[in-house]
């Protein structure tokens, strides 16, 4: 161990001994904290003492030696280093002392009186007498240098011999150096101040380290820009104890941070050498934690309050603790791991009790229930219930699922009420991690079916089964929900009513069919109901979308997504959202992606992971349905990352569909096919999910010329909606995607009467579904009627911003042009297509581009110039060049923050300034002229 800062200390000493060579004798006691390099320093002078040729007795105490007579006596005399008729001598007047302290323990005069010292009888003095002139007897020949190490542990015996020496010595040329800390409670008082008393005894007190002396300390190890750097964290981890810092040292050497097995050890080394008080004292602190108070801690460790606030000085100076805890966890893990398990829970369960006596918070007393790890009394069990809710409210949900695990230990009966906290605890784990609320519903569903689980609860079970696929389970326990004898107009009933709508949207097979809804069904005010916050806006929006009439009820779900935050139940905080979002998405509503970063940049309290997932997967529906493709595989490998694949449950098909169509639609068809080699549920295709996952299937087959495969998989979408009742083309557009696949089977009748069917059908007239079937039916027939029913889908899909589709009606718009010999309107379209094309990444359509003639050979004044753009003002340029990009008026507001109103007043003059008639005609090269400004507005 380096000695730093200690350099005059050790000076002042090797002066004594010079001095005591000259018949001065001195006797010094090197006083200090733990740590602070007493015994180096010690050691040090001694070595010196004898490399000057002085003759060195040592002694090293400890608590174990305490009571042993003449211990440290005999460790003295018996380390002397001298011929053998001295070492007889010494060792005889040692069993002389010893017969006679024998002879004497029944008398009283070896007692002690209170406070006082020994009083030595006659025998014994004669022989501390002897004793004391062997030793300077010793000295005639050469200086002898005493080191007693941790004096306060010596046996009572020889301190009386080191007292006697001590005052014998002042003319001789004896030097003794004794060790100890004024500052640890239970010493020697009585001792210390005969000691210093003698006019040749001096105190040296040594004080932990500086910053600057722990760089030196750092300095003699590391560079020194390191010590210099690391020099501040060292000093707070360490309060300057030598033996703490070398253990951090070490600890950074190994691993570059603190272990236990470095740094902790050397902190339980600390707590070794001091008295019992203070060692009780820092397992209280280790317990209690942040909840730290004197009081407390003397309530814990058994002591009295001036003894706890002793033994936190002592701790501080030991460099241990830095007012109220300790400088690190690492040191207050390592106190608590040191503990026996039973011991360390009694120690929690006291500390528990008493913050719950004193009316502490419940989750500063529930942590040490949880800590604790066994029941504490029916009294915990609400401190842990109210804890849980308290820590969900501040978005803590891991731990809000610790303190209701502890609160199921804690109370077995009665039955009903273990079954609500499980149930409780299956709510708050879903939050974080499915997978791990799993482990609880075969109990819950054994409750259910005792009568022990709520109404409310079973059906929120039915909704836990569902998601992991337990179909059958969550059929059973709704069948008996619906026998149970009901209220009708109660609040049971309106909750079965409303996850039956929930259940006809989502997993249509257990819902039941032919119920009338009660009262009228609201188109707007969805968020305005004034009932259950979860399932009043989830069944209105379940209800529009299996109706089809998405398109009613935007308003109500632009304000559940308003609305949406910590006044939702835990129960199931995302359906809502989510189904405000498919509403959006199944209207044709562009913004839905703007809704989907409006919420994932949002903080959520409680925060969910299994929300962020969830989210996540609907920005990437929402994204492909953009045509932004790169972004939708982002978003959707996002999902998975924040809820693991076999956490999904069935829900799984969402962020996996996005992943296959997306990538299939970008060419990379070899990822595409190892996302669908990977396992999924198969209850997953009896729900709303494995409609996605059919149809991205049949994507890709399409995509790689597996058009039977294809045709197969949209049928199969086509049967399981039409027997389901959910016949909406916004889930999956089975039936154009179909007619494509019979298509390119050379079946334009199939095809033509699939599409047809879709245009007939009533109340689905959405501009997505319009502008697909117009595509099909253009595509498979004659090549004359195509430009007009492929430009009225081209403004269907701009309508919609999706950028992947217009792009294949330009791609077609231009082969029929070209077919019919116009080449300019097919040049024209070609480039807008290869524009739009890589904006949104799909590689395919890219290729199948290239057979076009490039814009460069158009002849020149068959289209507006860079020059003519340059007659546009910057906000301009701005809206065009956004426009070009295929975004729609209400996305080009919201990305330059101007009314959608503005917006068509640009264009109007643009249309105007540059000759053309509708934003199929603006130039390509506007979109390089103003995508800096695009930018630039973006930051702004």
Known sequence: MELVERAEQAMHLKQMLMECDSRKGKVVLLDGPSGSGKTELLHRVAEH??????????????????????????????????????????????????????????????????????????????????????????????????????????????????????????????????????????????????????????????????????????????????????????????????????????????????????????????????????????????????????????????????????????????????????????????????????????LRIKAAELLYEQGCPATETAGLLVEADRPAGAWSVDVLLEAAEQELIAGRSHRAAAALEAALRARPEPAAEHAAIEARLVQVRRLSDPATAETHLAALVTAAHRGDLTPAHSVDLVRQLLWQGRTTEAGELLERLRAAELEPHGEVAALLHDTEQWLAWTHPTLARRGRKPRGPQPTADVAGQPTDPWCRPTALLADALVNGRSHEVVQGAEQVLKDRGPSYDITWPEEPALLALSVLLNADRPDAGAWCDRLLTEGHTPYSPTWMGLLSSARAEAAVRQGDLSRAVDHAQLALSHVSPNAWGVALGAPLSALVLATTRMGRYDEAESYLTRAVPKAMFETRYGLHYLHARGQFHLATGHDHAALADFLACGERMRAWGIDVPGIVPWRTSAAEAWLELGNREQAARLAYDQLGRPGHNGARTR?????????????????????????????????????????????????????????????????????????????????????????????????????????????????????????????????????????????????????????????TSGVEAVSAAGEA
């Open 49 to 346: 003492a004898s490399r000057t040729g002085g003759l060195v007795l040592r002694a090293a105490c400890s608590r174990a030696e305490h009571a042993l007579p003449f211990g440290v006596l005999g460790q003295l005399l018996r380390s002397a280093p001298v011929p053998d008729a001295s070492a007889g001598e010494l060792e005889e007047l040692l069993l002389r002392a010893a017969a006679t302290q024998d002879a004497g323990a029944g008398s009283d005069a070896h007692r002690p009186p209170a406070g006082g010292a020994a009083v030595i009888g006659p025998e014994l003095a004669g022989v501390l007498a002897d004793i004391t002139r062997a030793v300077l007897r010793l000295a005639r020949d050469a200086p002898v240098f005493l080191a007693v190490d941790d004096v306060r542990h010596a046996d009572r015996l020889s301190l009386d011999c080191l007292l006697y020496l001590a005052r014998r010595t002042g003319s001789a040329r004896v030097m003794a150096v004794l060790t100890d800390d004024s500052e640890l409670p239970g010493g020697r008082p009585m001792f210390r101040t005969e000691l210093l008393d003698q006019p040749h005894a001096h105190r040296m007190a040594l004080t932990p380290l500086t910053e600057a002396g722990v760089a030196g300390f750092l300095a003699a190890h590391l560079d020194r820009p390191s010590a210099e750097r690391l020099a501040p964290e060292f000093h707070a981890l360490a309060g300057g104890n030598l033996l703490l810092l070398t253990a951090l040292l070490d600890d950074h050497r190994a691993t570059g941070g603190v272990r236990r097995e470095g740094y902790g050890r050397a902190v339980l080394r600390q707590t070794s050498r001091v008295d019992p008080p203070v060692a009780a004292a820092a397992r209280a602190l280790a317990v209690l934690g942040t909840s730290a108070r004197p009081d407390r801690i003397a309530r814990i460790a058994g002591i009295d309050a001036a003894r706890a606030e002793s033994a936190l000085r002592t701790l501080a100076a030991a460099g241990l603790v830095n007012g109220l805890t300790f400088r690190h966890d690492v040191a207050r893990q390592s106190v608590l791991d040191d503990l026996p398990a039973d011991e360390r829970a009694t």
């Open 771 to 927: 502008a697909a079937a117009l595509r099909v039916l253009a595509v498979g027939g004659p090549v004359g009627r195509r430009p007009q029913m492929l430009t009225e889908a081209l403004d269907l899909f701009e309508q919609c911003g999706d950028r992947y589709e217009q792009t294949r009606v330009l791609a077609d718009l231009s082969d029929a042009y070209s077919e019919l010999g116009d080449n300019r309107r097919a040049r024209t379209h070609a480039r807008r297509a290869r524009h739009l094309v890589t904006l949104c990444g799909a590689a395919p359509l890219n290729e199948a581009l290239l057979s076009f003639v490039d814009e460069s050979d158009e002849p020149a004044g068959s289209h507006p110039t860079a020059t003519d753009s340059a007659l546009l003002t910057g906000s301009e340029r701005r809206v065009a060049a956004l426009a070009v990009g295929g975004y729609t008026n209400r996305d080009i507001a919201a990305k330059l923050f101007i009314t959608p109103s503005t917006v068509e007043q640009h264009l109007t003059r643009i249309y105007r300034k540059l000759g053309v008639t509708c934003r199929k005609d603006l130039p390509i090269e506007l979109t």
